[in-house]
């Protein structure tokens, strides 16, 4: 590899996984009570353009709101309890907009990969808008923000707005012309679902000058089959199995 990689081997997905609400700042502090010094989360766009954390499109699941959050103004998703679905210990936590979540981490020295998560449709915008909202609020910072997405117009976007931050390819699967596909955004890094990782693919990424992240490894010989490939970073749910000091 032509540049030192600097981030963990080990990332808290979502914040702390399971353990807390995804996407909250409730997580984040979670995770790094558990020892992790590097977070993954969601990026989407509010319906006047602020980038806030969250990973589904619509609101059900993870909010006390209804409908499609891209649709709503950021003030009306700030109201939004995103807590209680997971237990009354966090009930009231609300929605963090990234511009929060980069201050958490910035202050305490804590490093963010952010999946560029658009609402269908808002790929381009939202790719543009997240990048140029990392872009600054890490600026002259030594480490950056990784960015990755599936959605290769997003990181098309977010090369075009912001060629300096370090990009990552998502994948489910495979795909004819995956690495090409991934050389051709500029990427540093492939992200895939970890059962894709084996010694050819990690030495075809390699051979590539990328690095080796894969999602989302729960089970202990999952992790140690990753780690015996030699991959970079492990993403991961069970911040209270994985110790990152190991």
């Avoid at 540049?3 to 702390?16: E, L, N, T």
């Avoid at 980069?102 to 202050?107: D, P, Q």
């Avoid at 390819?169 to 084996?198: E, F, K, Q, S, Y």
Wanted: hydrophobic share 40%; charged share 20%.
């Amino acid at each position: 590899m032509n540049a030192p990689w600097p981030y963990p081997r080990w990332v808290a997905h979502r914040g702390a996984g399971k353990l807390a609400p995804e996407n909250t700042l409730a997580a984040f502090r979670l995770g790094a009570q558990h020892g992790y010094r590097m977070f993954e989360c969601d990026a989407k766009l509010s319906a006047d353009g602020v980038p806030f954390l969250m990973h589904d499109a619509t609101l059900e699941r993870t909010t006390s709101g209804r409908g499609t959050g891209g649709e709503q103004p950021w003030h009306a998703l700030s109201q939004l309890d995103a807590g209680s679905w997971h237990s009354r210990t966090y009930a009231g936590e609300p929605l963090v907009t990234l511009a929060n979540a980069a201050r958490f981490c910035l202050h305490n020295g804590y490093l963010l990969n952010i999946e560029i998560k658009p609402t269908p449709g808002t790929e381009r915008r939202t790719g543009e808008v997240v990048a140029r909202e990392a872009q600054r609020l890490w600026a002259d910072q030594a480490i950056p923000p990784l960015l990755t997405s599936f959605k290769t117009e997003a990181l098309a976007a977010a090369r075009d707005t912001a060629s300096d931050l370090p990009r990552g390819l998502l994948l489910d699967t495979l795909h004819a012309g995956w690495l090409d596909t991934a050389r051709d955004l500029g990427c540093v890094a492939i992200v895939c679902n970890h059962a894709l990782w084996d010694a050819q693919t990690v030495a075809q990424a390699r051979a590539a000058d990328m690095r080796t992240l894969s999602y989302t490894v729960n089970d202990e010989w999952a992790a140690e089959r990753l780690v015996a490939l030699g991959t970079d970073s492990i993403i991961t749910d069970r911040v209270d199995l994985f110790s990152p000091a190991a």
